[in-house]
């Protein structure tokens, strides 16, 4: 998967290190949404991966930008595998198959992690206990004061770091090799298409999100 440099000239767009391109042509059928998927799939898995490395740089003291990046690597890993108006998820059997059984069980443990605890408070590695101090019954009052006991439970240990890096990494691997097989299919039928019919196809813009569409989901087209 390569990256490439996007410019605008004469008001279209135009990819560099193609000299000779005269035109970006839109792909929509089922294979190209795949291309999509698969590359904002790369996207959340390159900034997961890029969160567990700066980890390594941020200072230990306060322990807030460690925690900020461990619960955001966990998310965009997580988000890749759930069920999404936009795009397909990816698959554990698919990507992991033929490793060992306690890869399904680390990868379960941070789907429940940011499902029930990061995400959605639901599991015991977060409570809060409510409570009333009472005193030794010698004052005119009895309870000292209303407290609740907040317990988080740790999660950002060196076999989590080291399970979750392995997760992202041969994710990362399968997300490459399917994104260029299906480039590689698309090319091939893009190719026995006459010339002149590929020309007059529609040309790819860009258009920037309005503040309305916040709450509206990227739909895929039929």
């Not at 990507?95 to 408070?121: Q, S, W």
């Not at 409570?131 to 004052?139: E, M, P, Y």
């Not at 298409?193 to 196809?201: A, C, D, M, N, T």
Request: overall charge neutral; proline content about 5%; glycine content about 4%.
């Amino acid at each position: 998967m390569e990256q490439f440099a996007i410019t605008k000239r004469n008001g279209s767009l135009h990819v560099e290190g193609f000299p000779d391109a005269v035109r970006l042509i839109k792909l929509e059928d089922k294979k190209a949404q795949r291309i999509s998927a698969l590359l904002l799939h790369r996207h959340d898995l390159e900034f997961a991966d890029e969160c567990l490395d700066a980890i390594n740089s941020a200072p230990a003291e306060p322990p807030l930008v460690r925690s900020a990046l461990w619960r955001c690597a966990i998310i965009h890993y997580a988000k890749c595998f759930g069920q999404s108006a936009a795009r397909f998820p990816l698959a554990f059997e698919k990507i992991y198959k033929g490793e060992a059984p306690e890869t399904k069980l680390a990868f379960d443990y941070f789907k429940n992690l940011r499902d029930k605890h990061m995400v959605h408070d639901e599991n015991a590695y977060s409570q809060s206990i409510p409570a009333a101090v009472l005193n030794g019954g010698n004052k005119t009052y009895k309870i000292e004061k209303i407290v609740s006991l907040a317990i988080h439970g740790e999660t950002l240990e060196q076999a989590n770091y080291a399970n979750l890096k392995l997760l992202i990494q041969w994710a990362l691997k399968w997300v490459a090799s399917e994104f260029d097989t299906c480039c590689e299919l698309v090319t091939k039928e893009l190719e026995a298409v006459p010339y002149e019919k590929l020309l007059k196809r529609e040309e790819v813009t860009v258009r920037v999100p309005t503040v309305e569409e916040i709450s509206v989901n990227r739909r895929k087209k039929p």
